[in-house]
């Protein structure tokens, strides 16, 4: 079984620029999360999808940061402008509808704001 | 203060030492307990979860929950160079609620 993919796998920027981020979760997952894992810290949840429908994304900055799920398979996260303090890793993550508890995350895409 | 604390370390420990790592939640209604492992440059992969207190063992990790004290334990027997990661507890609200990480070396 194919794990979560993301792409690019890294990407540097200079502040005020834009960026994307592509994930592609594990089949039939219906719940997909985008997590920021800053240098040192544990990750910490962006914005949750069931299906193509928001669960929660009240820790999303939504003056800069969105996402979307248009056919509740792939899932995009962009970013503009980038700050220096959005350097992190973006890791994108899949469960089953049944197991939230049971998530699987991607390679993540490490993220370099100049 | 934070939803959920964890020592960040690092730990070192030789091989074949029982190696003890622990956090402290502070919201009640948490039922999922997770263990994540974390090598450089990859994704958090799930090691094991427990649901509601008390212990679960898979091969040479024992996870133990005790929601009077809100307090959780990863134990790794036997431990392996190959267990050199950071863990990160994790507990299940919307998403998962993250720990900061221990960062983990066993020497051999």
């Known amino acids: 079984e194919a794990g979560v993919a993301q792409s690019p796998r890294y990407k540097i920027i200079e502040k005020r620029q834009s960026v994307a981020f592509w994930c592609n979760p594990i089949s039939g997952h219906a719940t997909l999360y985008w997590y920021q894992q800053i240098l040192g810290q544990g990750p910490k949840l962006l914005i949750q999808?069931?299906?193509?429908?928001?669960?929660?994304d009240s820790q999303l900055p939504k003056d800069r940061f969105s996402a979307e799920r248009l056919k509740g398979v792939d899932s995009t996260l962009k970013i503009q402008p980038a700050k220096l303090e959005d350097s992190a890793v973006y890791l994108c993550a899949s469960s089953s509808r049944l197991a939230p508890n049971e998530q699987f995350f991607g390679p993540g895409t490490r993220l370099t704001v100049l | 203060q934070k939803e959920v604390e964890q020592d960040p370390g690092p730990l070192s420990v030789p091989e074949g030492a029982i190696v003890s790592l622990n956090c402290t939640y502070s919201?009640?209604?948490?039922?999922?307990f997770m263990w994540y492992r974390q090598y450089s440059r990859k994704g958090p992969e799930l090691l094991m979860y427990?649901?509601?207190?008390g212990n679960k063992e898979d091969g040479r990790f024992t996870a133990q929950v005790d929601k009077s004290s809100k307090y959780i334990s990863l134990f790794i027997r036997d431990s392996q160079p190959s267990d050199s990661a950071t863990y990160l507890c994790a507990m299940l609200s919307t998403g998962l609620v993250f720990g900061q990480g221990t960062r983990l070396t066993i020497n051999p």
């Open positions: 919201n009640s209604a948490f039922q999922y």
């Open positions: 999808f069931q299906n193509n429908g928001v669960v929660d």
């Open positions: 427990t649901y509601s207190s």
